[in-house]
C-alpha cells in the first residue's frame, strides 16, 4: 500500500496501492512508462520501495530479493525470463535450495522426481535433466510457472506473459492460469492485449505516469472504457474527423522509371 519509488530524479511509482485476493486473475494495464514492471518488481522483491509497504495476510513484509520472496509465496515469470539456458530443468528448479542428502551432497534423485511431479501438475512431459537451451519460449514459461507451483506459490505473477507465444500456446497458456485461479491463486496479468484481458482477468488496475487510476471488476468495462482509463480521455477523443484537405498537390512525380534492381 502507498508505494513509491524514484530512480535517481525520475520518479517511477507514487503512491501506488494494490490489493490481490485469491482465486482471481488481476490484469494490471497503463501505457508503456506507467509503473507496471517496476511494481511487480517490487513485489517480487528485484526492487525495494522508497516509501509504502507490502502487507501479506495483514502483516507487513520486506523482500530483499526474489528468493525471499518466492519463498514467502510470490512467484514471478517476468518478460526477461530468468532460468539459466546452460543448467537442466531440474538444476533451475533448485537453484539456490537444492535439497541435500544424507552425507552433505546435493540429492539430485529428490531434484529430479520433485520436478518431474511439478511439470506433471501442469501436464508437462519434459523431462527434468533436459537443457533450458533446448526448450522453446513457451516452455520456459511453463517451467517457471512450475517453478512457483513446487515452491507453493499462492500470488503468481505473469508479465507479457503471452508477448513470444503463439495462439496454440496462449491456449495452453490460459488453461493454467484457470487451474493457478480455481485453486485459489492470486494471479496478476500484465499485458497490453485487450481480448486476452477480458478473456482471463475478473479485475483490473490501471496506472498512469507512475500513479493509481483506478482498480475496477471487468464485468463493469468494456475495451472503450478501459482504454479512456489508460488514456485519461474518451476513446472517441483518439481519432478525431479526418480533415478535406484544400486541394493543395502535396507531391507531383512525372516520367518516374524504376530499373531492374532498383529499390522502390
Not at 503512491?15 to 509503473?35: C, F, I, K, Q, R
Not at 495452453?172 to 486476452?196: C, F, P, Q, W
Amino acid at each position: 500500500a502507498g508505494i513509491s519509488k524514484a530512480f535517481g530524479g525520475s520518479v517511477a511509482l507514487r503512491d501506488v496501492s494494490l490489493a490481490l485476493a485469491p482465486g482471481t486473475v488481476h490484469a494490471l494495464m497503463g501505457e508503456n512508462g506507467a509503473g507496471k514492471s517496476t511494481l511487480m518488481k517490487i513485489l517480487a522483491g528485484v526492487h525495494q520501495p522508497d516509501s509504502g509497504e507490502i502487507r501479506r495476510a495483514g502483516r507487513a513484509v520486506s523482500f530483499a530479493n526474489p528468493r525471499a520472496a518466492l519463498e514467502a509465496g510470490i512467484s514471478t515469470v517476468f518478460q526477461e525470463l530468468s532460468l539459466l539456458s546452460n543448467m537442466t530443468i531440474a538444476e533451475n528448479m533448485f537453484l539456490g535450495r537444492e535439497p541435500k542428502g544424507r552425507f552433505g551432497g546435493i540429492d539430485r534423485r529428490q531434484m529430479w522426481e520433485e520436478t518431474k511431479g511439478a511439470l506433471a501438475r501442469l501436464g508437462l512431459t519434459l523431462h527434468p535433466d533436459t537443457l533450458v537451451s533446448e526448450l522453446s519460449i513457451a516452455e520456459r514459461q511453463f517451467v517457471e510457472i512450475a517453478h512457483g507451483i513446487d515452491a507453493d506459490a499462492d500470488i503468481f505473477i505473469l508479465d507479457e506473459p503471452t508477448a513470444a507465444l503463439n495462439a496454440a500456446d496462449v491456449d495452453v497458456l490460459n488453461r493454467h492460469i484457470r487451474a493457478l485461479r480455481d485453486a485459489g491463486k492470486a494471479i496478476v496479468y500484465i499485458s497490453h492485449r485487450m481480448d486476452e484481458i477480458f478473456a482471463i482477468c475478473d479485475v483490473v488496475t490501471v496506472l498512469k505516469d507512475g500513479q493509481l487510476v483506478g482498480t475496477r471488476p471487468l464485468s463493469e468495462m468494456t475495451p472503450a472504457s478501459l482504454i479512456a482509463m489508460m488514456v485519461g480521455r474518451e476513446l472517441e477523443d483518439l481519432f478525431p474527423e479526418r480533415g478535406d484537405g484544400d486541394g493543395t498537390v502535396a507531391l507531383s512525380v512525372t516520367g518516374l522509371k524504376l530499373q531492374p534492381g532498383s529499390q522502390p
